[in-house]
């Protein structure tokens, strides 16, 4: 039956009544580095987008996106809108988006991932440029956002296993069916997106009005206690082949890609278990920084002896690189690598790193954890068997 409701009026928005940043002041996506103001669709709040997404308020930006709220003046519902620099192609993450939606599953996990709703094109007010532009339902806010909010600013071991369990599923889905920093929270109650609406109109947020745009400050949205939700999929690739480049943010590198060997989605375990010391512990598990605070894979590499142990040859044999860290000639000789550069291995393990539980339990959580973080990644449990792991069931069926 066709929907007979009349679409949503557009909403006329404030035009005084916020605060003025000084034009000198970089704020927003004018912090990034090699920022250029005219990759950068320059959104104004009340703007309507492809006849139907009014634009609400700013929920973030990055190198590659502006992300905004929009009501969705015909499906009379919130929405997402990701609005893309003019130099991004978005090519494989519509691939992606569009292979998960011919499949026919029902796979628990496919409930975790974040769908596509629209996609369309817009051309910059300039008219030199054209955006894409995804629109995805909204969500609340991320890990990284909530875990500052939280007692001593980790999570507890009961919240890890909730919002691991969707995420296991979610990738099991992913590698099991689909075949293909950023996991948020679902909205179980969407008066926090009519709360976050209302509020641009009782105290807008302040901005820098330029010449050719308005450089809005995002505006939180409110704790959302949701099902936790994989979304972001720019990165993603079709198929089980090996593939090559480098795809991870630094610190979360898997030991196979700081060395420029093939990778497979194994590399998904690995993050799965840097993710989790990140939300439990009140450090990272790697630096990986130099004395100058510079990204240095010697200081990577040795701090993954440090808690992995040593490298197995097998492992070593797959990439030229690693002769760089490890002596040649020991690995004709040994079973596993012997340590030749020049970083010190650190005095430490991951037993000693991890501080915050004790006895069984904590031996536990480790078994956990080494499950993901293997030198050799066909040694890494797969989605589905961490899913049933013995420390992440733990109190799920009192």
């Given amino acids: 039956m066709a929907d007979l409701r009349s679409p949503w009026e557009p909403r006329v928005f ?6 003025i940043i000084d034009a000198s002041t970089k ?22 987008f492809n006849h139907q997404y009014q634009v609400v308020g700013k929920l973030g930006y990055g190198s590659s996106a502006t992300v905004w709220l929009c009501r969705d003046m015909f499906g009379h519902r919130y929405a997402a809108l990701k609005i893309y620099t003019a130099s991004k192609t978005v090519t494989r993450e519509l691939e992606i988006y569009n292979h998960l939606r011919t499949i026919k599953s029902s796979h628990a996990g496919q409930s975790c991932l974040r769908p596509l709703l629209d996609v369309f094109q817009a051309q910059n007010p300039d008219g030199r440029s054209i955006h894409t532009c995804l629109v995805h339902p909204p969500l609340g806010i991320s890990l990284d956002q909530l875990t500052p909010l939280l007692p001593d600013r980790v999570m507890s071991s009961g919240m890890i296993r909730t919002t691991m369990r969707n995420i296991l599923a979610a990738l ?14 679902g909205i179980k109650d969407d008066s926090i997106l009519s709360q976050f609406e209302q509020a641009e109109f009782e105290a807008p947020v302040p901005r820098k009005v330029l010449q050719d745009r308005t450089i809005y400050l995002a ?3 409110g704790i959302s206690y949701g099902t936790p939700v994989l979304c972001d999929l720019g990165e993603a690739r079709l198929g089980t082949d090996q593939q090559q480049g480098d795809i991870m943010p630094d610190i979360y590198r898997a030991p196979e890609v700081i060395l420029d060997m093939s990778w497979d989605s194994k590399v998904d375990i690995w993050n799965v278990g840097m993710v989790i010391w990140d939300l439990f512990e009140h450090r990272h598990l790697f630096k990986a920084r130099n004395s100058a605070r510079k990204l240095d894979d010697g200081y990577h590499l040795a701090e993954m002896q440090a808690v992995l142990g040593s490298p197995p040859v097998e492992f070593l044999a797959r990439s030229e ?13 040994s079973a596993t690598g012997n340590w030749k550069h020049a970083v010190p291995i650190p005095d430490y393990t991951i037993h000693t790193l991890e501080e915050r539980l004790e006895g069984d339990e904590k031996e536990d959580f480790l078994r956990f954890l080494r499950r993901m973080l293997c030198w050799l990644p066909e040694e890494r449990a797969s989605a589905k068997d961490l899913l049933f792991d013995p420390w992440l069931m733990h109190g799920l069926f009192k």
């Fill in 321 to 333: 690189k690693s002769t760089l860290f490890w002596d040649n000639d020991r690995l004709l000789t």
């Fill in 172 to 185: 099991d889905f992913l590698h099991t069916e689909a075949r293909p920093n950023n996991i948020l929270l």
């Fill in 14 to 19: 404030p035009c005084s009544g916020w605060d």
């Fill in 27 to 48: 704020i927003e996506e004018e912090s990034i580095p090699n920022y250029k103001p005219e990759n950068f669709y320059p959104v104004h709040i009340g703007e309507v």
């Fill in 219 to 221: 505006r939180p949205l």
